[in-house]
Every structure is written in structure tokens, then in C-alpha cells.
């Protein structure tokens, strides 16, 4: 059962275009919802992440918006790059329990 | 300050064979966590440590995976022996207490292929 459902697979935007994945998820335990960027060859970094008492975190081009009664969570990129192309993976986390990881999204910014 | 470290980087074998993944944490985390990304999948957490003990391991296949972590520092992940479907990237990560933060540094992986 997966326990993060990530969407789309992929996502081809233009340069200056808006980026958006939606990530949704069922434990109401999870308290932790980091986002990751994934280049070809390197493993997953950390890029933004948000806990469930705030609504919206912005860290440069990038926002996390989180709907705690829909049990959903999104990146928006914004000004979208071509060096943003990469996948990108949300994941969920409870205290002292694993990192459970959507299937992440494949994201292409044409110049 | 240094990454998460691991070798090798790429590692091709034949089925039946052994194969073992080193890591190497960032300096000063005590918990380390062992992951298997198949293609196109996100990671999937096969052992947690903290310090020397190994505080998650239930989605570690133990009839032919095991991992060691001495002095709660490297660590050594192991395949005996290795089938088709263990070809996959493995990751390791490395954080503070998990308790207190969340935040992992993932290694840049070692890719296995089987054949």
C-alpha cells in the first residue's frame, strides 16, 4: 500500500512557468512532509519541508502549500528553470517511524 | 564538510554472487538508514541504525540481506546471495536523532545491476 500518492509521473514546463506536484497521504500520525530533488546519478537532497501547524512555507522559487483536513501537500516552483530539471519526490514521516516516499515526479523545464 | 559517503559507485554481477555497499555518515550522526530505489520508484527503507543497534529492519529481506554497523559510524550492507530482482540503486542516508530532526543527507548511491 503506498503510503504517500504522488502525481503527475511527469511534467514537462516551460522556462518562467509554474511547476506544481500534489502529493496525498492517509496517517494522520505523519508529522513531517519534506520534499526532495533527484539528479540523474546523485542521491535525493532535501529541499524544502513543512510541518502540519502551518499552512503555506516558502524558501526562494519554491513553496510548499499544505492542506492538513484534505491530507494533502504540494510544491509550486515558480519562475520555473531549466536547471530545475530533475524528479522530485515528496515523502512523510511520523515521530521515530520510517520515511515513506511517493513515486516521484519527473520534471522537465523547456528553455 | 563531507557528504554521505559510499562505494562502490557501480557494481555489475551474477546472480547467486555476494556483494556488499559500504557507508560512511556525515560526522556526528548517529542514526543511518539503508534504502532501495528501484527505477523510476522512490526510496524504500530497508534498516535503520541508531548508533550500533538496528532500530528498523522490518523491510530487510534477512534471508539474504544483512547489514552490520561497528562502532556506530561506516556501515556494511550485504546481499547473499544476489537475485535478478535486487538490481536497483542503494542509498544510504544519514541524519541527527530522529526525534529531534528530520532531516536526512542522502549519499550519492551505488548502483547494482544483476545478471
Known amino acids: 500500500q503506498q503510503q504517500v500518492k504522488q502525481s503527475p509521473q511527469s511534467l514537462i514546463v516551460q522556462k518562467g512557468g509554474i511547476s506544481i506536484i500534489n502529493c496525498a497521504y492517509e496517517?494522520?500520525?505523519?508529522?513531517?512532509f519534506p520534499w526532495y530533488q533527484q539528479f540523474p546519478g546523485k542521491g535525493p537532497a532535501l529541499l524544502i519541508a513543512?510541518?502540519?501547524?502551518?499552512s503555506e512555507k516558502k524558501e526562494g522559487r519554491f513553496t510548499i502549500s499544505f492542506n492538513k483536513s484534505a491530507k494533502q501537500f504540494s510544491l509550486h516552483i515558480m519562475d520555473s528553470q531549466p536547471g530545475d530539471s530533475a524528479t522530485y519526490f515528496c515523502?512523510?514521516?511520523?515521530?521515530?517511524?520510517?520515511?515513506?516516499f511517493g513515486t516521484g515526479t519527473s520534471l522537465t523545464v523547456i528553455p | 564538510e563531507a557528504g554521505v559517503v559510499q562505494s562502490p559507485r557501480y557494481k555489475i554481477i551474477e546472480k547467486k554472487q555476494p556483494v556488499a555497499f559500504w557507508c560512511n555518515p556525515i560526522?556526528?550522526?548517529?542514526?543511518l538508514y539503508w534504502y532501495r530505489q528501484n527505477l523510476g520508484q522512490g526510496p524504500e527503507l530497508l534498516i535503520r541504525?541508531?548508533?550500533?543497534?538496528?532500530?528498523?529492519d522490518s523491510q530487510l529481506p534477512k534471508d539474504r540481506f544483512s547489514a552490520e554497523r561497528l562502532k556506530g559510524v561506516d556501515s556494511t550492507l550485504k546481499i547473499q546471495p544476489a537475485e535478478l530482482g535486487d538490481s536497483a540503486v542503494y542509498l544510504c542516508?544519514?541524519?541527527?536523532?530522529?526525534?529531534?530532526?528530520?532531516?536526512?543527507?542522502f549519499g550519492p548511491g551505488t548502483r547494482l545491476t544483476v545478471t
Open positions: 542516508a544519514s541524519s541527527l536523532e530522529p526525534a529531534v530532526a528530520y532531516e536526512q543527507y
Open positions: 496517517n494522520t500520525a505523519f508529522d513531517y
Open positions: 513543512i510541518r502540519p501547524d502551518v
Open positions: 515523502a512523510a514521516a511520523a515521530p521515530g517511524n520510517q520515511f515513506y
Open positions: 560526522s556526528g550522526h548517529n542514526t
Open positions: 541504525y541508531e548508533n550500533e543497534e538496528a532500530v528498523d
